[in-house]
């Protein structure tokens, strides 16, 4: 019994994923290194994408391989390939026609595929590739071009050379020439580090990994752990022996795989979970300092910039006042500003001077100084002036709201939980009418925290 796929299957297959040229050219580049080639010069148009490289060649034992889906065929010189469908399959999506030209030591082929004409026909058939003899020390190498493209790339050559280079690092580290549409990729130096570690590994199934890292003392494009395997890196900026910590975007690391590391079918994953535990089990203990000195950094930078802006949105009424400057009188002395109130009318009369209301509010102060063993997740200081109310960074909750992804949404639950101790201070103090706020007075508890968190509406933006 045969079980050939009905042609039907490539809607399918060219159906099931997006367009994506980063996919395609990052498949033709590592055809090209599989076959051994040095130099690859890549074009790209609205209508066509093509590939040319200096590698060995298709021999006429591997011409079914490169036309056949799912079938792989093996060189000497083959380092990643090893399902038999990643150029084919990029090319199906991308583009109506395949066209194939090679010179190998067997002789100058040539081949077409046209995915619209196989889908008419119903059957799995192409024209047989025309094989032509060469002069004895011609130049090997390959032309794959995809035509008829479904859609115009629509990304940036500029993202696309940074995409190539950040991918195939190892290649070009090797000295392997790589040129997008006459520009030539240049490699990413690596960044500036302190703190550097490296460390070797080596595990009995016969894999082993290389590490080099450090704490990043700029800006840079590169940054996390970038783990490669032979000539491409397959987990570019990934978090992979980072475990929980935060600031990892102020480290970079280079993990480069040898041995029989089992890679995903488009090479960008360790799908295999033993081996991935393992990896991530290693090196974790070496990035951990890193990564220790990093949370620190990033918790005190992002404590800082949360209090700033959760302060920004405290009313108008209890927002902390700029210290006045002290002025000099005409003769030297310290001339000191009177301090302002309210008159009350009911309590001044022509005999006295005039009575002041109760004091104006002290303002108030939301700080991350609380301690999480005395206070729980905040505490409440009325006697200090300005105000103090200090939520405990170490307590779980304040912990995720700090690092909520919606930095408004993280903002606004700590600012909540601020104001409402801060309320519920004022309300349960023995004098709690000298510290109430004429927006507020005459209100229940929950008509108060509606009030105060709606007192003044500021729009936030908060850098990460």
């Not at 006295?352 to 997740?377: Q, V, Y």
Request: glycine share 8%.
């Amino acid at each position: 019994m045969r079980i050939e796929p009905a042609v039907n299957l490539l809607y399918s297959m060219r159906d099931s994923g997006r367009v994506d040229y980063g996919l395609l050219l990052g498949e033709g580049i590592d055809n090209a290194l599989d076959a051994g080639a040095t130099e690859i010069k890549i074009h790209i148009s609205d209508h066509q994408v093509s590939f040319r490289d200096n590698g060995s060649g298709i021999t006429r034992d591997r011409v079914s391989s490169i036309l056949t889906m799912g079938l792989h065929g093996a060189m000497t010189t083959s380092r990643l390939g090893r399902f038999g469908v990643g150029i084919k399959i990029q090319a199906l999506r991308t583009g109506d026609i395949f066209d194939v030209s090679s010179i190998s030591k067997d002789g100058r082929m040539q081949a077409h595929v046209s995915w619209p004409t196989l889908l008419r026909s119903q059957r799995w058939e192409i024209p047989d590739p025309r094989w032509r003899p060469v002069v004895a020390g011609t130049q090997t190498g390959t032309e794959i071009v995809v035509s008829e493209l479904r859609d115009a790339p629509k990304v940036s050559l500029g993202k696309l050379r940074d995409s190539i280079a950040l991918r195939f690092h190892p290649a070009l580290a090797a000295g392997v020439e790589i040129i997008v549409n006459n520009c030539r990729i240049e490699i990413f130096p690596e960044p500036a580090m302190d703190n550097v570690v490296e460390q070797n590994f080596q595990w009995p199934t016969g894999c082993s990994a290389v590490l080099r890292g450090g704490i990043l003392t700029g800006a840079s494009q590169l940054k996390r752990v970038h783990v490669g395997f032979r000539h491409r890196v397959i987990m570019p900026t990934s978090g992979l022996g980072c475990g929980m910590y935060s600031g990892i975007d102020k480290i970079f690391a280079r993990v480069q795989l040898t041995g029989p590391w089992h890679i995903g079918q488009f090479k960008d994953d360790l799908p295999d979970d033993k081996q991935r535990q393992e990896l991530d089990d290693a090196i974790h203990p070496v990035l951990r300092p890193l990564l220790e000195r990093c949370q620190t950094r990033a918790l005190t930078a992002r404590l800082e910039k949360v209090t700033e802006e959760i302060n920004n949105l405290l009313p108008i009424e209890l927002a902390r006042r700029p210290r006045r400057q002290k002025e000099a009188s005409s003769s030297g002395s310290v001339k000191r500003p009177r301090r302002s109130g309210n008159v009350d009318a009911a309590k001044s009369d022509a005999a006295n001077s005039p009575a002041k209301s109760r004091k104006p509010a002290a303002g108030l102060l939301i700080t991350f100084d609380g301690d999480m063993e005395e206070d729980g997740i905040v505490a409440v200081d009325l006697s200090a002036r300005p105000h103090r109310v200090n939520l405990c960074k170490d307590h779980p909750d304040i912990k995720r709201l700090l690092d909520a992804r919606d930095d408004l949404f993280g903002i606004k639950q700590l600012y909540f939980i601020a104001m409402q101790a801060y309320q519920y201070a004022v309300d349960i103090h023995p004098d709690r009418k000298q510290y109430e706020l004429p927006f507020i007075d005459g209100l229940n508890y929950g008509q108060k925290i509606a009030r105060l968190l709606a007192a003044q509406d500021v729009e936030i933006s908060i850098v990460a």
